[in-house]
């Protein structure tokens, strides 16, 4: 016995420096692909200006004599942002006029605000400056499409897949030494789990021939921390949140496939408002109260938090094609709904999470009206509405009022900050081993506190890599943003990093007493099934803005569009 | 689509601020890491440890297999101010001091495993649970015993206490707070000790001198009451009066100055260490005050605080001669440190009027069965017609070389309080 455990011992020493250099092999093989890779844009169709050729190069394009303008004639009469062109998923191209001076001509008739159709071959007339649009055909599109870098071309995914398994077998290991026997066989079944979905979904990608897997690999990689932190704290609850990853997986399929039709999704956003409102509003009558706020509701034997599902549905809702952001009462109608559930939230008294909600409309609103004018005024009236809910609730302003002096009242307002901290800073930079930890047993830590349960049990480096792995998926969002097809995809890719984010920031900086404590999720390594589902579904939207060759299965790939042929060979085009 | 990605940037705002907050964090954690992970570290580094009193008997221990602490319920809270715990509510105790040398902690590797701590004490559990049993669960108070020869400290008891190892214990008000270190009280008359000691070396004829007490005094058109009538006295007997009229008119004649230095000197206005333990500093009109205030601070009133430990260390200079031999629990920290608070003639003579205090006036061999006892009693008037009991002193007796302090917070008369109480403490001492 005493053998053993000298054995096990230094097994788990060993096994506790390499989770380290494989947690930075996987983060660095993935920003090399994800951030470093070559990625080129899209080539749909050209626009010819007297002797220069205009290259279209996403689905929606503003025309105008902006430098931010994608198609950039700059000629007199002709707004900053004159008119916008996009192409529907079935190939057909449309023009809107949104300066609504000088006016928009497609063959000598003007355009109305409903826009007008544009083929090959057509003229199209800005404030007196006649352009001449030419589409491409399906055929040349593909092999211009097979120019294009494909994703993981430098970086192949099945290595760093290989290491994030060894990385889990070796959680797994160290979490064998650690644990009781009798939890022994739902750990073990969570870390296979996790290991036999990724490479299932891996293999599902290279049957239908996409390459990018670095965001699945992150995420997967954030699950095995979620894995080892619930195993730690509640392995007896072990199965509850296998079952609910895999379910998270499968949604996030789901959601990425249904992603890729942008017709599909546009019409489904209203059904989708209608369901976050029922969704709050069924929380806000029988939401069950845990600590101030009645954020969750029991199914089953499943208590689920309802607000975790709306952030999707809120995103999926706020985010919106081009053509659609140059009209007013779009914004206005999606700020009424941004109020609607930031207030349904205060009601529910889940401030944490009203707070990512209200940077998420930030970022979108943002990104839809790109004027800084909204978001200053949305900043000053959630100022407002912020100040009066820390004063009509006494344990929001108690929290705010311990915020920075956590270590003079240990045992009462400091309670879990002092401990999260000190478990923290006992971990070292290595950890004490998975399920090795104490903090694990205080309340709320394998929720609120989950960063410090990590650097305590796997060490600061290993917690750094898990703030690492969110920052790259939030740069890779904006880098995709560029190259996106639709403003949609871009919006709902950037909102959705937001939102994960700032949910980063107050966990970590709020258990560390850095930020006031709000006790919402880290993404992915918080437990919580509704969190984790909400989380992987988020992933969806990044999978639908990476646009690399071949990249991602939430996007069609160009050759096999069902677009229109063009009657003309654009030959012509290169002649010019 | 440029525009929409021009205002991505938004988004790496988020992430900069994400990084300055981990940036914060790894610049606090290098900084403050270690006092962070010792404060709550309880047995995770791997380290052990043990507190064992003078008898063997160990109080508190702790591992990686968990911490606990040892007998009864009644020893615990009896001891608990002399172990603390390990979750620092008692900010005094020794598992509280010494908590964070009893283990390792590294920024690499964090906590880590220390040398086996065992931590020999002077302190007699024994004798603490006499004490503690003295004084009641109800009384609030400080006990302090030393051997004034050695320094060890055989007794500390604080009431209330609490017993660590109750998770539901109601702790009483401010049982985390050890009054023989962490507080200060109005002395009355057991501060007559310290006037007297600057008498001596000051007034040459104070042997000579004759005091005339007939209840009370008026210094500049202010009375300062007696607590009795005691006409003509010497200086000896205006001490086992405990004459407010004579000590009240020492003082004024020794003069503010004077006085400050004797209790500056004597260690009654600065704070002490315990073992590293700091402990509480006393106070006494610095600032000028007139004459009846300064009558009034010569016995023991006015703003006059001490705290029980520096007046144990006072008690045990003059028992040893003069040479104060610092009192302390730890028994492996080498030879104690020695300081001569007051020269061997003044301490022997304020000895002989101790003694004769007893003898004369406390009911000596009659309350003090065997005990050779020099002291001093205390009522100091807290003006709402409540009074500390205090009660200060040490044998004469080579054999039990004991200083002692015994204070009953709003307890009432000093000799019969707190004397009775110092008297079941000095035979539990003395007699095993």
């Not at chain 1, 009469?77 to 001076?101: M, N, P």
């Not at chain 1, 090795?436 to 480096?461: H, R, S």
């Amino acid at each position: 016995m005493e053998a053993y455990a000298q054995f096990a011992q230094t097994l788990l020493g060993a096994a506790k420096f390499c989770l380290l250099p494989l947690s930075v092999a996987i983060l660095v093989r993935c920003v090399r692909s994800m951030l470093s890779e070559r990625y080129e844009p899209e080539l749909w169709a050209y626009l010819r200006l007297g002797r220069e050729t205009l290259p279209v190069c996403h689905w929606e394009n503003i025309i105008g004599r902006s430098r931010g303008a994608d198609l950039r004639v700059d000629r007199a009469g002709i707004g900053r942002v004159h008119a916008v062109l996009t192409r529907s998923d079935r190939g057909l191209w449309r023009v809107y006029d949104v300066f609504e001076q000088g006016g928009v001509w497609v063959n000598g008739v003007k355009v109305g605000e409903s826009g007008a159709p544009l083929a090959h071959g057509d003229v199209l007339n800005l404030a007196g400056t006649n352009t001449r649009f030419l589409d491409i055909s399906p055929e040349k599109r593909g092999s211009l499409a097979n120019a294009r870098t494909s994703a993981g071309h430098t970086v192949p995914p099945f290595l760093t897949l290989i290491y994030l398994t060894a990385f889990q077998l070796l959680l797994l290991l160290e979490h064998a030494l650690s644990a009781s026997r009798e939890h022994l066989p739902a750990i073990a079944l969570g870390f296979c789990t996790l290991i036999l979905l990724q490479w299932g979904c891996y293999n599902a990608m290279r049957l239908i021939n996409r390459s990018g897997f670095e965001v699945e690999t992150l995420a997967f990689y954030l699950s095995s921390l979620g894995m080892s932190v619930a195993a730690s704290s509640t392995p007896e609850d072990l199965y509850k949140q296998i079952l609910l990853t895999v379910a998270s997986v499968v949604l996030f399929l789901l959601f990425g496939w249904w992603l890729r039709n942008l017709k599909r999704v546009s019409v489904m956003r209203i059904p989708m408002a209608l369901l976050a409102l029922a969704l709050l509003a069924v929380n806000v009558a029988l939401g069950g109260t845990s600590y101030g706020a009645k954020n969750w509701l029991e199914f089953g034997g499943f208590s689920f938090q309802p607000s975790e599902l709306v952030k999707a549905a809120y995103i999926y809702v706020g985010a919106a094609t081009m053509d659609r952001l140059y009209r007013r009462r779009n914004l206005f109608g999606f700020i009424g709904f941004s109020a609607v559930c930031v207030i349904a939230l205060a009601l529910i008294g889940d401030f944490g999470t009203a707070l990512i909600f209200f940077v998420s409309f930030l970022v979108i609103s943002f990104m839809r009206s790109g004027s800084i004018a909204t978001v200053f005024l949305a900043v000053s009236g959630a100022g407002l509405a912020g100040f009066l809910a820390v004063s009509a609730r006494p344990y929001i302003a108690q929290r705010f009022a311990s915020w920075g002096h956590v270590w003079e009242d240990v045992y009462d307002t400091g309670y879990q900050q002092t401990r999260a901290m000190s478990a923290a800073a006992s971990g070292g930079l290595f950890g004490k081993g998975a399920g090795a930890g104490w903090l694990k047993d205080i309340f709320a830590a394998n929720t609120d506190m989950v960063f410090a349960v990590v650097c305590e049990e796997l060490g600061l480096l290993v917690a750094l890599c898990m703030v690492l792995a969110m920052l790259t998926l939030a740069l890779f969002a904006v880098r995709s943003a560029r190259h996106g097809r639709s403003a949609y995809y871009a919006i709902a890719a950037c909102a959705a990093m937001s939102m994960l984010l700032v949910q980063l920031a107050l966990n970590v900086f709020g258990s560390l007493d850095i930020l006031p404590f709000t006790g919402v999720t880290f993404p992915f390594v918080s437990r919580g099934g509704s969190s984790l589902l909400s989380c992987w579904l988020m992933m969806a939207f990044i999978k639908g803005a990476d646009n690399r060759r071949d990249a991602s299965f939430a996007v069609r790939p160009a050759d096999r569009d069902s677009g229109r042929r063009p009657e003309e060979d654009e030959g012509e085009v290169r002649r010019t | 689509m440029k525009k929409i990605t021009n205002r991505a940037v938004s988004v790496l705002l988020i992430a900069a601020l994400v990084v300055v907050g981990m940036v914060v964090y790894i610049l606090r954690f290098v900084d403050n890491g270690r006092d962070w992970a010792l404060y709550f570290s309880r047995a995770n580094s791997g380290s052990t440890g043990e507190l064992i009193d003078r008898r063997g008997q160990t109080l508190a221990s702790f591992s990686p297999e968990g911490s606990l602490f040892a007998g009864d319920a009644f020893t615990r809270t009896a001891n608990y101010h002399v172990t603390g715990d390990f979750w620092g509510r008692s900010g005094t105790g020794l598992l509280s001091a010494y908590w964070t040398d009893m283990q390792g902690y590294d920024l690499i590797r964090g906590t880590t495993q220390a040398e086996s701590s065992i931590l020999r004490l002077s302190i007699d559990t024994e004798l603490n649970k006499t004490a503690y049993r003295a004084l009641g669960e109800d009384r609030k108070g400080a006990v302090l015993l030393c051997n004034y020869r050695t320094g060890e400290l055989l007794c500390m008891v604080s009431g209330p206490s609490v017993d660590p190892a109750d998770a539901d214990a109601v702790p009483g008000d401010g049982a985390y707070i050890n009054r023989c270190l962490s507080s200060a009280f109005t002395p009355g008359s057991v501060f007559k000790l310290i006037t007297a000691a600057a008498a001596i070396e000051n007034i040459p004829d104070i042997e000579q001198r004759s005091f005339y007490c007939e209840g009370k005094t008026t210094v500049a058109g202010v009375d300062i009451i007696c607590s009795g009538e005691h006409y003509t006295q010497t200086f000896e007997q205006a001490l086992s009066n405990s004459c407010n009229v004579a000590f009240a008119r020492i003082a004024i004649e020794l003069g503010q100055d004077t006085m400050v230095k004797y209790v500056r000197d004597y260690g009654l206005l600065d704070g002490h260490e315990l073992d590293g333990i700091p402990t509480a500093a006393g106070s006494y009109p610095t600032e000028f005050v007139g004459d009846p205030e300064l009558g009034w601070s010569g016995i023991g009133q006015s703003t006059d605080t001490v705290n029980p430990f520096a007046l144990l260390r006072f008690v045990s200079a003059v028992a040893n001669d003069g040479v104060l031999t610092e009192p302390h629990m730890l028994l492996d920290g080498g030879e104690p440190e020695r300081t001569r608070l007051l020269p061997q003639e003044t301490a022997q003579r304020l000895g002989e009027m101790m003694n004769y205090n007893v003898v004369s006036h406390y009911g000596g061999e009659e309350r003090f069965p065997g005990l050779p006892l020099c002291a001093k009693t205390g009522t100091a008037e807290l003006g709402d017609g409540t009074s500390h009991a205090w009660f200060a002193g040490f044998l004469s007796d080579e054999e039990h070389p004991y200083a002692f302090v015994v204070l009953v917070e709003r307890g009432g008369g000093g000799l019969t309080v707190a004397g009775e109480l110092a008297n079941t403490l000095l035979q539990a001492a003395v007699n095993g």
